[in-house]
Nanobody, 115 residues
Framework: QVQLVESGGGLVQAGGSLRLSCAAS????????MGWNRQAPGKQRELVAT???????IYADSVKGRFTISRDNAKNTVYLQMNSLNPEDTAVYYC?????????WGQGTQVTVSS
């Protein structure tokens, strides 16, 4: 089993920054991808960013140039640096780990951006 524990959410003013962290524990294999999705009230969960084990990254168009995903393989931890936040970024952010065809999710962390 895999456990994902997120931290770093909170309330920030528009234009501000936050850094999310997600630590994975349990049965972690070296070949995997980690990332973040988010879900705003009344909307479907959407992909924010993904990073593979060898460092390749994918971003949603809405966050390109503002968000940066990174990972520390030694710590099985993924980070999401979020800059230039705007109210449309308000959502619950979920950490995601995909390995051997299985997806594990964190419990979510709230990010609220005030205008």
């Amino acid at each position: 089993q895999v456990q994902l524990v997120e931290s770093g959410g909170g309330l920030v003013q528009a234009g501000g920054s936050l850094r999310l962290s997600c630590a994975a524990s349990g049965s972690i294999f070296s070949i995997n991808s980690m990332g973040w999705n988010r879900q705003a009230p009344g909307k479907q969960r959407e992909l924010v960013a993904t990073i593979t084990g060898d460092g390749n990254t994918i971003y949603a168009d809405s966050v390109k140039g503002r968000f940066t995903i990174s990972r520390d393989n030694a710590k099985n931890t993924v980070y999401l640096q979020m800059n230039s936040l705007n109210p449309e970024d308000t959502a619950v952010y979920y950490c995601r780990l995909v390995q051997r065809g299985l997806v594990s999710w964190g419990q979510g962390t709230q990010v609220t951006v005030s205008s």
